[in-house]
Every structure is written in C-alpha cells, then in structure tokens.
C-alpha cells in the first residue's frame, strides 16, 4: 500500500512502489485496451526483465501450413510441408524522465499530505510514463520514429473522407491488391472482439474523423440503420463498427519535438500522446518546421501483431539530493524500451507466394488524407 514513503535503499521495495504507480496511471492510457503478451492482440508487448540497454528482446510467430493435399496411394510421408516459423527483435535502450522536486517540502506542515516528496514525484512521473509510452507506439506505427509503413492507402479526394472510401478500404484489406504504396500482401489478420467477431482497427485523428461524419452516405446509415436514443452515433458523436472495421478517433497529438523529419524517442515532449500529421516535406507536426498549409492526415488500419513493444529491466524510481546539503532533489523514472513496427523474418520453412506476410509490415497499413 503506497503511504507517501518510500524506501529508497531497498530495490524490491522502491520498485513495487513505482509499479503500483504505474499500474494506476495506465487507466489513462490509449494503447491499454489493445495491449497483450501474445501476437494475437494489436500491441504485442514482450517484457525481459534481464535486458538492459543494448540488449535483444525476441518476438516469435508461428505461420499457417498451405501445401497441397496427397491424392490416392500417391507417397505422403516425405513430402509434409515444413512448417513455417517468423521472428522479429527489438533492441531496447535506457531512458530516464526527472522532474525537479525543488525545495525540501513536508506536507504536514503545510497542510497537504498529497504533495509528500516521493508520492507526488511517483504520480507526475507514472503519469508522463504513460503518455510517453503511449507516444513511443503512436510513432513507431505512424512512421515519425521508424520511416513510413510499407503500405498505404490513400483517400481520393482532398479533405474527403466518405463512406465509399470505407468500402474500397475494406476491399483492400480482403483482396490484399489495390494499395497506393506497397506490393500485393496477406490481409492483416484480424483480432476478435466481445462476441468472437473479427475485426480491423481503424484509427482515425480529429480532421479525417470529422469529415467522415459529414458525409451524406455515413450520415444516413448511421440515422437509418444505428439504434434510436443516447446511443446512436450521431447523437453520441461514435464511430463505431462498419462490416469488419472498428473505427474509432484517435487523439491528436499536442507537444514539441527536435528536428524536422524522422526522430529518436528522446526528442518529444508528451503534453497529449496522438495521432500526429505530416507536411509535403515530410515534417511532422510538434516539429518547429511544420507547415500546417500542405497537412495530411495519416490514420491507421491495425490487425493483430501490428506493433511491438519491448521492456527490459523493470522500471526503477532513483532520487538524488543537491550537493549543496540536500536543499533540493530531483527524482526520475528509469526504463529499458524500444518499439516499432512487426516487420517477420522466416526462420523455418517455405515463403507464402501470394499471401505475403514477411519483410514487410505484419499489421499495419497506413490510411493517409490530403487536407483540403
């Protein structure tokens, strides 16, 4: 139970205390509800608590038989498909996020047990944590951190997006044919849902979410077709499901981050983890050089295994006192992370001829839309 107290000499102890912290900040969190330990969900997450900055974490998928069935007495035994085995690794590094605890402070005195030295650090930094994690997949998957998905689809018109581009969407998906960049490929398995429906998950930022309610088609299936009251979409302001895409909106990302182009992790500042947008140039809105005239919108299309994200040494709390006597302190979350996109590598077994799945992106498909 966390009193406010911590014991920063013993390991165990500050560590379940920062876990506790963390755990109650991850409500917050976007990506929570789509996060697993296996590759069936849509953020496969692997935790190495022996890894520290440097080191490999490995992630393991296995693959579907396709060979051809044995007709009559013709000989089976020998001819058995090997079965196919992928893999993909990460390689995590340290990062750490401090915040300056100023003046010694003792909350009794002034009457707020809430803000005692430790507990408070614990809260702000489990918070920013959060929010920066949730950033670090934002990236990986749009590109600003890994360079631009291997496939994307593009809607049609400049500030439009319609229920007809749903449709070609989905067409897209299923048939694997008809992307704007990126050659033929497997459709991105689907993850299920409550009820065992199979889905994609459409993520959509404020501009291509907006034009999407305005338009007349989406608009009348929603009336017609949604169920009356506090839960109709047009009334509650939902996306919702349309035949196998759970769409939903996405927040847009508010911050600063260094440079113009593509970024390492440790040049934002997460004041709202989202959806980012790029220019013609390539420059990534947060960034100082971004031209909000030439926007786009870039949303994402995410099966099962669409990103990973890896953790080494589990997450530790560390203060340090001024020299000048311990007049101030400071205190810091430090972590072992990386993340990127699934991107398999075969490591057993014969390559799909048709239904590609690796060297290139496993789960993802970006959905790109010119601003008007």
Not at 176 to 188: C, E, M, Q, V, W
Not at 218 to 242: F, H, P, T
Not at 243 to 254: A, K, R, S, T
Not at 262 to 277: H, M, P, T, W, Y
């Amino acid at each position: 139970m966390a009193t406010g107290e911590v014991s920063i000499g013993s390991d165990l102890e500050r560590k379940k205390w920062l876990r506790e912290g963390l755990i109650q900040a991850a409500s917050t969190s976007f990506w929570g509800p789509y996060t697993g330990k296996s590759s069936d969900a849509v953020i496969y997450q692997e935790n190495n608590e022996g890894a520290a900055a440097g080191h490999t974490v490995v992630f393991d998928f296995s693959g579907k038989i396709s060979g051809k069935a044995i007709k009559g007495k013709n000989q089976a035994y020998g001819n058995g498909e090997i079965k196919r085995k992928f893999s993909d690794k990460i390689t995590v590094e340290r990062y750490r996020i401090p915040v300056d605890n100023g003046d010694k402070f003792d909350g009794v005195n002034i009457g707020d047990l809430s803000i005692n030295e430790h507990s408070d650090s614990r809260a702000k930094l489990a918070d920013l944590f959060i929010r920066w994690k949730d950033q670090m997949i934002f990236d990986a998957l749009q590109g600003g951190t890994t360079g631009n998905p291997s496939h994307i689809i593009e809607t049609t018109t400049a500030g439009a997006f319609t229920y007809d581009d749903l449709l070609k969407i989905e067409t897209i998906l299923k048939t694997g044919k008809g992307y704007t960049s990126g050659i033929k490929r497997a459709p991105l398995e689907p993850f299920r849902i409550e009820g065992g429906k199979s889905v994609w998950l459409v993520v959509l930022d404020s501009a291509q979410a907006a034009a999407l309610k305005g338009d007349a088609k989406y608009q009348s299936l929603v009336v017609q077709g949604d169920v009356r009251g506090a839960n109709n979409r047009v009334i509650s302001g939902l996306i919702g499901k349309l035949g196998n895409l759970l769409i939903v909106e996405g927040p847009d990302f508010f911050g600063y981050t260094d440079g113009s182009g593509q970024f390492g992790l440790e040049d934002s500042e997460v004041e709202i983890a989202g959806l980012r947008q790029y220019d013609d140039l390539g420059v990534w809105s947060g960034q100082a050089t971004f031209d909000e005239a030439t926007a786009n919108s870039r949303g994402l299309i995410l099966g099962q295994g669409a990103c990973q994200t890896a953790f080494g040494k589990m997450p530790d709390y560390k203060f340090q006192e001024s020299t000048d006597f311990g007049i101030t302190s400071e205190s810091a979350v430090e972590y072992w992370t990386a993340a990127k996109r699934t991107n398999l590598k075969l490591e057993g077994g014969s390559v799909y001829k048709e239904a590609k799945i690796s060297g290139l992106d496993y789960g993802v498909v970006a959905l790109d839309m010119k601003h008007a």
